[in-house]
């Protein structure tokens, strides 16, 4: 089972997995935003960490993972967003 996202909770974090499965910490975001940066997450919003990974899309509001969840980008968060874009190949 993988982690698809985290999401804040005051001061615990509900994980979410992949086949919907929900677990609470008592951890802030913050902490496990520190922890799971280098292992592909980024934090998009004040209330979201999400897994780079099972991302499908993103556009200048939103983050779109393969489970058809969407989550909203803070602007605090955009430049660090911005960074996990690849870049579309250039076509031929």
Do not use: M
Not at 4 to 19: D, H, K, L, M, P
């Amino acid at each position: 089972v993988t982690i698809s996202y985290i999401r804040a909770e005051g001061n615990f974090s509900t994980i979410v997995q992949t086949g919907g499965e929900l677990t609470t910490i008592s951890e802030t975001l913050g902490g496990l935003t520190l922890r799971l940066t280098p292992f592909g997450f980024c934090r998009v919003h004040r209330t979201t960490l999400v897994n780079w990974s099972h991302a499908s899309k993103a556009n200048a509001s939103q983050v779109i993972l393969i489970d058809g969840s969407a989550h909203s980008i803070g602007r605090k968060y955009r430049s660090e967003v911005d960074k996990n874009i690849q870049p579309d190949p250039p076509r031929r």
